[in-house]
């Protein structure tokens, strides 16, 4: 099966930007693959804040916003804040979903 | 309100079945395609199954197919997995997702396999 990836572990500064990434195996990753992203912070259940690359709900803060570049879908956080650390997991459809591994996120 | 609702975990022995079951609510179940994901502990998320919206449609993760068994009864707005051949490595927290504009997921339920 295809294997997606994501950047293990990043740091942003508090009120900084950073751009969390999610690459396919198969190639570049388009909105034929309903690209979504999930954070999940430790001990709770894992909640869903972009779908189909670009599509917010009402409960995701309006500094994330996804997209898709240069051939990944990209989940981009502009002004963290403390609550925002947390991993981050991008899922990627092919008729079966495959997740990435998960990126842990910092805010330092 | 959204409210997705997991039961039927529990401790099994490996070579067991187990079927899990989930209760969808606040929103129109019939319509959506519906996913099982796990987590096992201290790991990341693996997507297992999904379903379409009238039941006939379904995909399955390499490490489950042949084993597992995704299905629907729209008519009680409830979700099942029907896991058979369970291995140690199936140990998880399994939870019911709806996706798309929905985008909600329950807590889940845990299964563990071991003798």
């Known amino acids: 099966q295809a294997v997606v990836t994501q950047e293990p572990s990043l740091t942003v500064s508090p009120g900084g930007t950073v751009t969390l990434t999610c690459g396919s195996s198969?190639?570049?990753?388009?909105?034929?693959?309903?690209p979504y992203w999930f954070q999940q912070k430790p001990g709770q259940a894992p909640r869903t804040l972009i779908y189909e690359a670009s599509n917010k709900y009402s409960w995701t803060p309006a500094r994330f916003s996804g997209s898709l570049l240069g051939g990944k879908a990209a989940l981009t956080l502009s002004g963290a804040q403390p609550e925002d650390e947390a991993e981050y997991y991008c899922l990627v459809f092919y008729g079966f979903g495959v997740f990435g591994g998960g990126t842990k996120l910092t805010v330092l | 309100e959204v409210q997705v609702v997991e039961s039927g975990g529990g401790l099994v022995q490996p070579g067991g079945s187990l079927r899990l079951s989930c209760a969808a609510s606040g929103f129109t179940f019939s319509s959506r395609w519906m996913h099982w994901v796990r987590q096992a502990p201290g790991k990341g998320l693996v997507w297992v199954s999904s379903?379409?919206?009238?039941?006939?449609?379904?995909n399955y993760a390499d490490s489950v197919k042949g084993r597992f068994t995704i299905s629907r009864d729209n008519a009680k707005n409830t979700l099942y997995l029907q896991m058979n051949s369970l291995r140690a490595e199936d140990t998880a927290v399994y939870s019911c997702?709806?996706?798309?504009?929905?985008?909600?997921w329950g807590q889940g339920t845990l299964v563990t396999v071991s003798s």
């Open positions: 997702v709806a996706l798309k504009d929905v985008g909600y």
């Open positions: 379903i379409n919206s009238d039941g006939r449609t379904t």
């Open positions: 198969t190639g570049a990753v388009t909105s034929g693959h309903y």
